[in-house]
């Protein structure tokens, strides 16, 4: 999984029917420093994640293992708000303090 | 399957339902010679691994497969402890 922070929502009126019904977030992805990165992703929403929301994403055929996702065109799908994380000890990122 | 060193913890309380039990942590792959290979990602525990330690991963679909619930968005799991590995005749540390 990756972590990203989500920055904007998708509205497509006309779509696979398929995911009808599905939130699409964007999420821009943050690596392990909590650096935003050029790297953008279309993901459905499994968590009621919100804007400015950090989140943890699966992609791939992972992203179809949910009731929401299952036998649809997802390839990515948010499954966790993230609360904080730290690395080597350090806290990096810390969800009520920002 | 590839092997990397765990480097960090992520906490989520709202996770999807099925893996809210289960450890995330950084991981940092690693390639022959224990050196850092491409841009780490987060897995879930499985083995009770903290930071520091050399571990194994695997990723894609077959990662939900290592959680106790099989049906989860899960696209990376960490599957085991490396006590040793061994490469080109030269061990391979974290």
């Given at each position: 999984m990756l972590i990203g922070k989500v920055v904007g929502s998708v509205v497509a009126t006309r779509k696979d029917e398929k995911i009808e019904g599905r939130k699409l977030l964007v999420v821009q992805v943050h690596n392990q420093r909590n650096e935003p990165q050029e790297q953008y992703v279309v993901a459905v929403d499994a968590v009621q994640a919100g804007a400015g929301d950090m989140v943890l994403f699966a992609t791939g055929s992972?992203?179809?293992?949910?009731e929401l996702t299952?036998?649809?065109?997802?390839?990515?799908?948010?499954?966790a708000v993230v609360d904080s994380w730290d690395l080597g000890g350090a806290n990096v990122y810390e969800k009520w303090t920002r | 399957m590839y092997l990397a060193r765990v480097t960090g913890r992520v906490v989520a309380t709202?996770?999807?339902?099925?893996?809210?039990?289960v450890p995330l942590q950084w991981i940092q792959p690693l390639d022959e010679r224990g050196e850092d290979m491409g841009a780490q990602l987060v897995a879930c525990s499985v083995v009770g691994t903290g930071p520091g330690d050399l571990v194994h991963f695997v990723d894609g679909r077959?990662?939900?497969?290592?959680?106790?619930?099989?049906?989860?968005?899960?696209?990376?799991?960490?599957?085991g402890f490396v006590e040793q590995a061994v490469a080109n005749g030269a061990r391979i540390r974290s």
């Amino acid at each position: 999984m990756l972590i990203g922070k989500v920055v904007g929502s998708v509205v497509a009126t006309r779509k696979d029917e398929k995911i009808e019904g599905r939130k699409l977030l964007v999420v821009q992805v943050h690596n392990q420093r909590n650096e935003p990165q050029e790297q953008y992703v279309v993901a459905v929403d499994a968590v009621q994640a919100g804007a400015g929301d950090m989140v943890l994403f699966a992609t791939g055929s992972s992203a179809r293992q949910t009731e929401l996702t299952e036998g649809r065109p997802v390839d990515a799908v948010i499954m966790a708000v993230v609360d904080s994380w730290d690395l080597g000890g350090a806290n990096v990122y810390e969800k009520w303090t920002r | 399957m590839y092997l990397a060193r765990v480097t960090g913890r992520v906490v989520a309380t709202h996770k999807y339902e099925g893996i809210e039990g289960v450890p995330l942590q950084w991981i940092q792959p690693l390639d022959e010679r224990g050196e850092d290979m491409g841009a780490q990602l987060v897995a879930c525990s499985v083995v009770g691994t903290g930071p520091g330690d050399l571990v194994h991963f695997v990723d894609g679909r077959e990662a939900a497969l290592a959680c106790p619930e099989t049906f989860v968005p899960v696209d990376a799991a960490i599957i085991g402890f490396v006590e040793q590995a061994v490469a080109n005749g030269a061990r391979i540390r974290s």
